[in-house]
């Protein structure tokens, strides 16, 4: 970090520099557009995975059904989420990365959590707590862990500030389904954490 970093709108500087960003464009179908928020207030990050077609085309992240997954999960409010002054989002890779051959979208691209998320989170000084959505976010952040499924029943013993949850994509009922201690144990935990690091003024919906 420079003397120029410390200064006041250094992270909008930094986020002008991510939207500018075309590292990896030749492996991007739509080309970059790098959706991402934050500002240095923020108390809660949330690491998913990449934007799907319509957040790339909105340039606004989980505006759709999995956003809304993840909303009631948590417990907040569109108006709290969107708040970059109380939330921040930083996927696993911050532009639409296709498709996959098997179906589905792409893994984010491996360029981008390396290059951008240690820059993003050194102005995010508030960060109570992550939640790393989704395996990509857990593989690069909890190192060790066996499986999603043990990651998230185990949420507990993560270290400390972090919160692993699986993606909340229309694939999770069925997963859903098969470990009923989701909704009965971790939900209300995660709720009452994502509370906590909001409480300082954050809208925290009941
Ligand atoms: S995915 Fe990340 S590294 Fe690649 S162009 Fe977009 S912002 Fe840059």
Not at 26 to 45: E, F, I, K, M, N
Not at 108 to 116: S, V
Not at 163 to 191: C, I, K, Q, Y
Request: charge should be positive; proline fraction near 11%.
């Amino acid at each position: 970090m420079t003397v120029d970093d410390d200064l006041p709108g250094a992270l909008d500087r930094l986020l002008r520099e991510v939207r500018a960003c075309t590292i990896c464009a030749s492996h991007l179908p739509l080309g970059p557009r790098p959706v991402v928020q934050a500002a240095p207030g923020a108390t809660l990050l949330i690491i998913g995975q990449a934007p799907g077609t319509r957040a790339h085309e909105s340039g606004v992240a989980w505006s759709d059904p999995s956003g809304e997954r993840l909303r009631d999960w948590s417990g907040i409010d569109a108006a709290t989420f969107y708040d970059p002054a109380q939330v921040a989002l930083t996927p696993m890779g911050f532009c639409y990365p296709g498709r996959s051959p098997s179906g589905g979208d792409a893994p984010p691209r491996p360029e981008c959590a390396p290059k951008w998320h240690m820059p993003i989170r050194a102005h995010l000084a508030e960060i109570r707590l992550t939640l790393l959505v989704g395996g990509y976010a857990q593989k690069a952040y909890l190192a060790g862990r066996a499986t999603l499924t043990d990651a998230v029943r185990d949420f507990g013993s993560a270290p400390s500030g972090l919160f692993p949850l699986p993606h909340p994509s229309w694939r999770s009922a069925g997963w859903m389904r098969r470990n009923p201690w989701f909704e009965t144990d971790v939900v209300p935990a995660l709720r009452a954490r994502v509370a906590l690091a909001l409480a300082r003024g954050g809208a925290v919906r009941d």
